[in-house]
């Protein structure tokens, strides 16, 4: 089974940007499927972005569409999400977390996310005003 820890999040300006790397251990880590959510002080955790086993199928929140990119490295074993344009709102504790099953076009829904097989421990990102 992959595990996986997160790293990269800290303490930026709005307009800023910041590079989020999720590092996992495991021969299978190119057959899962791979994700970031995120969860703010208060809220409910939510979907940010996911990415196929391929790397060929990427999916994004609205809130975060055209700000955030998420790529994949098989050969390292890593997972980024660059995010661009930080607003304060982006505020959160970002957490990685990774599946082989569920396809990635369904994590989204809480009814799926709840579910995914892996996750990481959170990093958090602090945008200030």
């Known amino acids: 089974q992959v595990q996986v820890v997160e790293s990269g999040g800290g303490l930026v300006q709005a307009g800023g940007s910041l590079r989020l790397s999720c590092a996992a251990s495991?021969?299978?880590?190119?057959?899962?499927?791979m994700g970031w959510f995120r969860q703010a002080p208060g809220k409910e955790r939510e979907f940010v972005a996911a990415?196929?086993?391929?790397?060929?199928?990427?999916y994004y929140a609205d809130s975060v569409k055209g700000r955030f990119t998420v790529s994949r490295e098989n050969a390292g074993n890593t997972v980024y999400l660059q995010m661009n344009s930080l607003k304060p709102e982006d505020t959160a504790v970002y957490y990685c977390a990774a599946d082989p099953r569920r396809t990635p076009s369904s994590w989204s829904r809480t009814s799926v996310f709840n579910y995914l097989e892996v996750w990481g421990q959170g990093t958090l990102v602090t945008v200030s005003p």
């Open positions: 990415i196929s086993w391929s790397g060929g199928n990427t």
């Open positions: 495991g021969r299978a880590f190119s057959s899962y499927h």
